[in-house]
């Protein structure tokens, strides 16, 4: 088993977090994760000018998900907002000098918050409306922040995702998704993997059940 | 340092280490027939079976040597299935036991046997009704911890015993009796569990050693294979001084319970009380009193995630542990807290504090204090307001 530690910069935000707190009648502001996950992330944006003028982040979870709340708002402060949106979990993890593989959904989380805050403030002051029918390509794309620790690659890309069925309304289950998921039983991060596909596919109203199969080719 | 994660492991103890201290390069030799240095390993180790079986009250009986708790455990259920037919076979156990015994009995569901994981109530105490009710002449295991441990909750052993008694005689019983090995006196002859194991690492003995002692034969099947030595359930060359280091591990913590139990007893209480009294929103995870181990704290503190308030008390020399899913590899929320109706953040939000012989009272007050502030601090910066 590998040692989990975390890089000296990892330590450094989680024991000094910067943008911390809640911003007064925020432009934007959105909670991603639940608590349920063991981690949740408040974002808080002020917007002058099509800039991030003030960005602030509470935190529910370990030390990489306050590390990351704290780094990501970092990057995020002053940035024109079209800039921030391409914000990445990759920009995170390198500006901490590095994340353990387990704790990757942290920096995922983070910018998840990030982006859920910029639309806010699309909706509320832009009149864009983010809205998506829930079908299998908005699922996919939910998949795609379920990062497989050993492989440092969402498990879409990774080509993990063997079979994926949503019934929507009309179906003959609607609300049931039916995922086939390629692990195999010695993979050490079996379990993170499917229980981060659980919290995501779980955190979506319109889902209602989960049969997850865990296949071996 | 304020050491209080003696769950995890404990140091080897001082009379223990001199005990293993011939073995590793001295009196280096197996137990080998017809040779001087040979008889006297075999003595050596027919002297260690003696010393764990008087320690249990026993004359005799059959032990076997293993490499660890969870080994022992694995050892007697795959030993007990082998050749079980399991569309016929029934295996019982609760929701809070240990992985070792949960997870084997998961792997025969998954090959067609009926497993029971029975229910327990919110203090994690298992209802001798409830275990009544799941066993059939199908059963052919039941398998209960004595203590917990996560939540130190110590089950009425005696009672399920003689309930699973006046069933069925022929139902075999296995107890895992390791969280309990340093503060309460065993006397298996009164128990009448088959199989009883524990761990080295947890009672000041080494690492990588476990034990099965049996006040009979029962009908185990061996699962390894190998050259035949000392015992046909664990083949291969003998860890002697890891077997001499368990022997005298669980010797001298059957010496001393009462003792023990006394002096993490007063420190038990005196933490629970500062706790209680110092930070608010806090729930004490298990039962309260007698019921409760002496040497287990468990509490939920809400609205905070627990790797982080264990890594602020690691940053100040203090070691606890945590039922965060987050400090776990696989991030499942820990299962025994659930099992309890502790929801998620309460079950994240989770610290389990074990004192053991190394700690004083004196460590109370400064552990307290060095806690109050970290959670106050993580409270502000949550999600989660009260």
């Not at chain 2, 990588?208 to 030595?229: D, E, H, N, Q, Y």
């Amino acid at each position: 088993m590998a040692v989990i530690k975390y890089t000296d910069k990892v330590l450094e935000h989680f024991k000094n977090p910067h943008n911390v707190g809640e911003l007064e009648n925020p432009d934007g502001a959105a909670t991603v994760g639940s608590p349920a996950c063991g981690d949740q992330v408040s974002v808080f944006l002020k917007v002058e000018n099509d800039k991030i003028q003030d960005i602030s982040f509470l935190s529910y979870g370990c030390a990489s998900n306050i590390a990351t709340g704290s780094i990501v708002t970092d990057l995020a402060k002053g940035l024109p907002v079209e800039d921030a949106k391409k914000l990445t979990w990759k920009d995170a993890v390198d500006k901490l000098g590095g994340l353990p593989p387990v704790k990757v959904h942290c920096s995922v989380l983070a910018v998840d918050g990030l982006r859920a805050a910029i639309q806010d403030y699309e909706s509320k002051h832009l009149g864009i409306s983010h809205e998506r029918a829930v079908d299998e390509s908005f699922l996919l794309d939910e998949l795609k922040k379920v990062i497989h620790p050993g492989l440092g690659v969402n498990i879409i890309d990774a080509k993990l995702v063997k079979y994926l069925r949503f019934q929507g309304e009309g179906d003959e289950k609607p609300g049931l998704v039916e995922i086939e998921i390629s692990l195999e039983e010695t993979d050490p991060y079996r379990h993170n993997v499917l229980e981060e596909i659980h919290e995501h596919l779980e955190a979506i109203p319109q889902v209602q059940e989960i049969d997850a199969k865990v296949v071996e080719y | 340092m304020i050491y209080m994660d003696h769950y995890r492991t404990t140091p080897v103890s001082p009379e223990v280490k001199r005990a293993m201290e011939p073995f590793w390069s001295e009196q280096f030799y197996l137990p080998v027939s017809f040779t001087r240095m040979g008889t006297d390993t075999a003595e050596v180790l027919d002297n260690a079976k003696a010393r764990v079986l008087t320690s249990l009250g026993l004359s005799q009986g059959e032990v076997i040597f293993t490499g660890g708790g969870t080994a022992a455990n694995n050892l007697v259920i795959h030993g007990l299935m082998r050749d079980a037919d399991l569309s016929q076979s029934s295996l019982v156990s609760t929701q809070i036991d240990h992985p070792s015994i949960t997870t084997p009995l998961e792997f025969y569901r998954k090959k067609g046997a009926k497993v029971s994981l029975l229910k327990v109530d919110g203090e994690g105490l298992l209802d001798p009704d409830r275990l009544k009710e799941n066993l059939s002449p199908q059963t052919r295991l039941v398998a209960l911890t004595w203590v917990n441990h996560t939540i130190g909750s110590v089950q009425d052993i005696s009672s399920l015993v003689k309930m699973i008694r006046e069933v069925d005689d022929k139902i075999p019983v296995l107890l895992d009796a390791t969280m309990g090995v340093n503060s309460m006196d065993i006397d298996m002859r009164d128990l009448g569990v088959d199989y009883l194991t524990f761990s080295a690492h947890k009672i000041y003995g080494p690492k990588g050693m476990g034990a099965i002692v049996a006040p009979r034969k029962g009908g185990l099947k061996p699962t390894l294979f190998g050259a035949v030595s000392e015992s046909v359930f664990w083949p291969g060359g003998e860890n002697i001084p890891g077997i001499v280091g368990l022997s005298v591990a669980l010797e001298q913590a059957q010496q001393r319970t009462d003792k023990y139990s006394n002096h993490t007893l007063t420190i038990r209480e005196a933490l629970m009380k500062a706790l209680e009294r110092e930070i608010p929103d806090i729930v004490l995870n298990g039962p309260r009193g007698e019921k409760r181990v002496s040497d287990n704290v468990n509490y939920s503190f809400r609205f905070i995630e627990g790797e982080s308030v264990m890594m602020f008390l690691d940053f100040e020399n203090i070691v606890v542990a945590t039922g965060s899913a987050c400090a776990s590899s696989d991030l499942k929320v820990n299962y025994i807290l659930s099992a309890i109706g502790r929801d998620h953040e309460m079950a994240h939000g989770s610290l389990r504090i074990t004192p053991g012989w190394s700690n004083s009272l004196d460590e109370v007050e400064p552990l307290v204090e060095t806690l109050k502030p970290i959670v106050e601090r993580l409270r502000a910066q949550s999600t989660i307001k009260k």
